[in-house]
């Protein structure tokens, strides 16, 4: 059976490895599918108007077996019954982004965004950075009003549409060059925010091997990465300037020197941060049903991760 694995370049690791030709290498009938390419009809769930279009692709005719993506899709899909599983995690990318405002807002501190427009890529690690905010605020999803932004639309901030934006680099750093920023929440104070990767259950117990090919090629393009961080930004600029628009070559490189790299078992840690933010989530009603994360952990693929980084350092 070949596998569909998903790819876009906000999963840094995914989009490097599909222009790499590696995993072809050990798994030669790898489907890719580019999921700016998907339809995105049926994207927000009527009920709670959070995004689930990650998870439910992996569900769907025409999508993808394995995909990875940040913090809160995962969340989101086992709330809507989606039996999925996690395959492993990077460490943390608490320089990636932070909630930010303009330093002459007049808003100092997180409670102080009671009644404002804060914008975030809803569904994103975004949307749990600022429940996470808020709740050390003592407020609550309806204490603001949540704009849904493209993960790199730092315009609105600056034009004054927005009062706080949730921005990531590199286009955090076009923002940072135009105006002076405060920083209300920094990531690392509220949690790890790593890259995740996931896949179907049914695809974990039945197709081991091929799983493994991709954990193992993730780590091999991800070293690359690594000791090739402007090879690589040249992928992510390529990919921008093709679909017509610009980008500093400079400043993808600067994000990727930033990023950590490599593929890690999930963690005790990363579970109960997981599980806090579904909490979270469907405390706030954007979540159909609570659910228990421990259920999507495979105790064999954390020992494959293990096993490809051992073998990795040989």
């Known amino acids: 059976m070949s596998l569909r694995v998903g790819y876009f370049p906000h999963n840094n690791s995914l989009f490097v490895l599909r222009h790499r030709g590696i995993l072809e290498t050990r798994l030669p009938d790898v489907e890719w599918v580019d999921l700016r390419a998907l339809p995105a009809t049926e994207r927000v769930d009527p009920k709670t108007?959070?995004?689930?279009?990650?998870?439910?692709?992996?569900?769907?005719?025409?999508?993808?077996?394995?995909?990875?993506?940040?913090?809160t899709p995962p969340v989101t899909g086992l709330a809507n019954g989606r039996d999925l599983v996690y395959v492993g995690i990077s460490g943390p990318r608490v320089e990636n982004?932070?909630?930010?405002?303009?330093?002459?807002?007049?808003?100092?501190?997180?409670a102080d965004l009671k009644g404002k427009r804060v914008?975030?890529?809803?569904?994103?690690?975004?949307?749990?950075?600022?429940?996470?905010?808020?709740?050390?605020?003592?407020?609550?999803?309806?204490?603001?009003?949540?704009?849904?932004?493209?993960?790199?639309?730092?315009a609105a901030l600056l034009s004054g549409d927005l009062d706080a934006w949730v921005g990531?680099?590199?286009?955090l750093a076009d923002v940072e060059a135009a105006t002076e920023l405060h920083t209300l929440v920094d990531t690392e104070s509220v949690f790890s925010h790593p890259s995740l990767w996931f896949t179907r259950r049914d695809v974990a117990e039945n197709n081991r091997e091929a799983l493994e090919?991709?954990?193992?090629?993730?780590?091999?393009?991800?070293?690359?990465?690594?000791?090739?961080?402007?090879?690589?930004?040249?992928?992510?600029?390529?990919?921008?300037?093709?679909?017509?628009?610009?980008?500093?070559?400079?400043?993808?490189?600067?994000?990727?020197?930033?990023?950590?790299?490599?593929?890690?078992?999930?963690?005790?840690?990363?579970?109960?941060?997981?599980?806090?933010?579904?909490?979270?989530?469907?405390?706030n009603g954007l979540l159909p049903q609570t659910i228990r994360v421990r259920d999507a952990v495979l105790p064999w693929i954390g020992e494959a991760v293990e096993a490809t980084?051992?073998?990795a350092a040989v």
């Open 97 to 110: 982004g932070r909630l930010v405002t303009k330093a002459d807002s007049g808003i100092r501190t997180p």
């Open 213 to 283: 090919a991709i954990i193992a090629s993730l780590q091999e393009s991800d070293a690359w990465i690594t000791a090739n961080p402007r090879e690589a930004a040249q992928y992510f600029v390529d990919d921008v300037v093709a679909r017509g628009g610009k980008a500093d070559l400079d400043a993808w490189e600067a994000a990727l020197r930033g990023r950590p790299f490599g593929v890690n078992a999930v963690t005790e840690q990363f579970l109960d941060e997981q599980q806090h933010a579904a909490d979270l989530l469907a405390a």
């Open 309 to 311: 980084k051992s073998s």
């Open 49 to 71: 108007g959070l995004p689930s279009l990650h998870s439910d692709w992996l569900f769907t005719e025409g999508g993808y077996d394995f995909i990875g993506t940040g913090f």
């Open 119 to 154: 914008g975030i890529a809803h569904g994103s690690w975004q949307t749990t950075l600022l429940l996470f905010a808020l709740e050390q605020a003592g407020l609550t999803w309806s204490d603001v009003e949540p704009i849904d932004t493209d993960v790199r639309d730092g």
């Open 168 to 171: 990531a680099y590199p286009s």
